[in-house]
């Protein structure tokens, strides 16, 4: 228990305790009025205030501003107008000037090497399935359909088309007598979806007067030239210019020469699975579908034996193109070529740019491409030489024949039309087997 003094030093503690707290409320008041009177707006006010009567200003300078151009704004506006109701007028021909010069700029890109490479993405990356179940993609994508290409075209192609698919041909007065033979045979094999490529006015009229489906191209002095006076194959040459419109509409063609006699409707067999499907030169199955071909060289003794592949060209006036990047880029290169000296035969440039592979110095074609039946896509050559000597291969009906094997075109077509419409068997025992 504690005595009477040591209540007195407790009392006498918490006498001092109190006392400064009192103080310090005393110091904190004073305090609080001396800033109170040095900042009557506050510590931090100033800047927020400073900064509003800026923000002020400058609104009431650009309110300024805006009243005081309006005016010159609506005219502005006007005068703009006025420009696009001029553009709009000529807007045809603007557009075609760009077209040619796109395709100017593109094709010397192309030649130093700088054109941008267009890349697809078939699909999502992928694990490789088990052993012997891995394919490859090889139909590529189709394009995106552009009808400011050129919309005529496109109107014509629309009421023409079958599935998106047609046949095409070009022609000029020189070869007319063959182009009625080619029409009567796309009409007796019951075939709706053709279209002429008229090149002079001698064949707008034939087109007319036989109600063959025809488009004649706006006037083009490039073309113009070799289109009207060329020679068979100078007008072959200008098909991989004139195709790739139809190509950039959407359209899969089928690419013909007048030269082809029809028995049946190709579309019926075209297997649509790769960028380009072409008929083969080749007069056998060896030839037309590629083989293994040993050079002999006996000085290299023990190497003596190279092996080489082989395969005949495609026939660059009888092809089915699918609307791909690949078989866009396979017509701007022929025809870039086929533009510049030394000239060149259209069907050697055609085989160079679809086969020869990527190496030092060269960038080659990434196309998919099949071969189709010789039999059924015949060649005047196997037939000639060897389905009409043959009793079993002469009941073959094929779907069509191309005269391409010999000069005399017109008679040799006219016999095959008898032989396969008409059944006259003995139509062909005139002709040699060459050309005589």
Known sequence: MAGPGGRRSTTASQSMRGSRIIVAIIIGILLGCIFAVLYPHGLFSGDSYSASRFQNRRLSKSNLQIGSTSCESTERVSMLKADIADLSSTNDELKKQVRDLTEKLQAAEQKNGQVEQQVVVVGEPQKAGSYG????????????????????????????????????????????????????????????NYLVVALDDGIVNFC?????????????????????????????????RILREFLQLGYSVLLSDVDIVYIQNPFDHIYRDSDVESMSDGHDNMTA????????????????????????????????????????ELLDRVAERLSHPPPAWDQAVFNEELFFPSHPGYIGLHASKRTMDRYLFMNSKALFKEV??????????????????????????????????????DALDLFPDGSG
Do not use: C
Request: charged share 25%.
């Open 133 to 192: 179940t891995v394919k490859g993609t090889r139909t590529n994508p189709t394009v995106l359909p552009d009808e400011t290409v050129n919309p005529r075209l496109a109107k014509i192609l629309e009421k023409i088309a079958v599935r998106k698919e047609l046949i095409v041909s070009l022609a000029n007065s020189n070869v007319k007598a063959m182009l009625e033979v080619w029409v009567s045979s796309i009409k007796k094999a019951g075939i709706p």
């Open 208 to 240: 007319k007067e036989n109600d063959v489906p025809f488009y004649m191209r706006d006037p083009d002095a490039g073309i113009d030239s070799v289109a009207k006076t060329g020679s068979n194959h100078a007008v072959s040459g200008l098909k991989f």
């Open 289 to 328: 579908y590629g083989y293994n071909d040993v050079f002999d060289e006996p000085a290299m003794g023990w190497a003596r034996y190279a092996h080489t592949m082989r395969i005949w060209v495609y026939n660059s006036g009888f092809f089915y193109l699918r609307p791909t990047i690949p078989a866009i």
């Open 388 to 425: 009409r000597k043959d009793a079993n291969l002469k009941k073959l009906k094929p779907v069509i024949v191309h005269v391409n094997y010999h000069p005399d075109k017109l008679p040799r077509m006219k016999a095959i039309f008898e032989l396969y419409f008409n059944g006259k068997q």
